[in-house]
């Protein structure tokens, strides 16, 4: 082969190294009209597709897509490349009021807070930049084989290892409830939790230390409970109501659940934030899409008229049915995480480690 | 990784003349892949080592932050502990490994091969899920165990330093026994024999002549084990307690969640310039170029 030819294959190479490297930047979403959903995957985000969005788009021609999970480094990202393709993204509440405050996120319109409050939507529960599309509660989930008769109904007992033995399943995550689980174990009062007494709340964290296992996933969170292996964890609602679906041997206890909800959000410069928008006040006027949506994966409608469509056996297993909501002992405050989240989560990898 | 086969491809074409450079025609193919790494790699680290001076705001805040709070470099240097130890456990396992395959007739090699590859090919994730299932408390070993009498209670396995040590050495086999071996297959066993025929013990030959020639092998297994295994956190976060930390989960930490991008990227910066020093420090004691570039 010749020194020439040689020079010419490796010129191509290049070159087609090059193109490949400008073929991503092209967005096909301005044009058309579509909506791509952003959820954190699995059951819930098939779900949220199927009920959730594929009516709306049926009926009003919008070519749906999806992807997953929610990643706030890449929305971030996105923003500031300016070339957005995530149209509504399932979010935590503390990153809403952070990046909405940061302007990563599009204000919503009039139009959708006024179909919020019409339709009685729980304002605390509202931002400037997202709506609220579920609520959940962080419960006590407890392995129904090894608690067959009595189990923890209370966060003190949750943290009473020596009348109920066994180790304690906890979300490495500082927003996931550890902190305000331990301080009402420690008989503060629910009104009173924010802001919050961390160094209460790591004392009484101290002594359980040794029996806690840390889980990051709602898999491992599952398997850990069903297993056995820690028969006890502050649980998400919803993945313990599929687990007892399946018919794993755990459920909920809703006494002195802590309440908590995610919001939809739309990434500011996403070029079909109007159709965003559409779609948030007509999934906000149908209680029906949302009570299918709660029945299926346990996690409560936003709306007073979705919950009504459901039965009393259905509303049980929901955080915000009127039962299970007079048991809640507070809300979490994300105007606080928002503000401490970054602080905390060091303090916490601090006692972690310690 | 690709320190290993761009230190090696020069002495392959240069060898003759002895000169590193001497680009021919052909040299022009290596073109593409010198301005890949540069998109890909140098162009990302030139911005993680700005980001970290300048995000949020410029200036050595982000270094002060790392060494205000211990836990970075205790996080740190429990990372580098526990590479180097699954280095050397590695090479324990590894070595004779590659050996035996270099001994065994050449149906047993491809079953050995495959045995250590399966596993490569399937997706650390489910492998360390998979590990969770046999180690836990109320896994199939203590299961077994407890069935059969052997023990009363359960051994913790799991969560532990040694149940991290064992799933990242399970996944970084294949990086040392792949070098290992391919040095090792290459070397004449004829040497060996001829060694023996000179009055040398089989084990003198063994360490006098075979050892020394599978150096390579041995330092490019070494190298991408210990590299690699300085950026796990899925298997630690799995596998380990909170005490089993490694660096590279606190800087996922940041990206992904706590969102302080210019934080994450000096924990990254005081990783990758620790590791640099690390094998400084090495290479002068083990002359890691020479023994990578080696003949065999």
Redesign the interface.
Known sequence: MNRKLVITVAGIATASLAVVGCAGGATDEASEKSLTMVDWGGETQRVAMEQLYQPWAEEFGVAMKEDSPTDYAKLDAMVQAGKVNWGTVEVEPNFTETACAAGTLTKLDDAVKRAAEEHGVDPVTMSDCGIPILQYSFTIGYNTEKFPDAHPTTWAEFFDTEKFPGKRGFWKYATGGIFEAALIADGVAPEDLYPLDLDRAFKKLDTIKSDIVWYDTGDQQTQLVASGEAPLVQAWNGRIFKAQASGQPVANEYGEALGTYEQIVIPKGYANADLAQEWMQWVLATPAAQAEYSKQTGYGPVTPAALELLSADEQKELPNSAENQAKMAAMIDYGYWAEHYSEVTEQMNVWMAG | MSTVETAAAPSTAAAPKRKYFAI???G??V??LV??LV?VFLVPLVAMLVKSFTDPEPGFGNYVAVFA?P?YM??IMNTFYVALLVTLVTLLLAYPYAYLMTLVPPLWRNIMMVIMLIPFWTSVLVRSFAL?VLL????VINTMLTDIGAIDEPITML?TFSGVVFGMVQVSLPFAVLPMYATMSGIDNRLGLAAQNLGARPSGAFWRIFVPLSVPGVAAGLLLTFIQALGYYITP??LG???N?MIGE?IV?Q???????GFAAALATMLLVLTLVLLGVAGKFLNLEKALMRRS
């Open positions: 021919d025609g052909w022009a193919l073109v593409p301005i890949f998109v709070e836990l205790k996080v969770i836990r408390d109320t896994g969560r976060a799995l307690g909170p005490q930390t606190l930490q990206v992904s969640a706590v969102l302080r991008y």
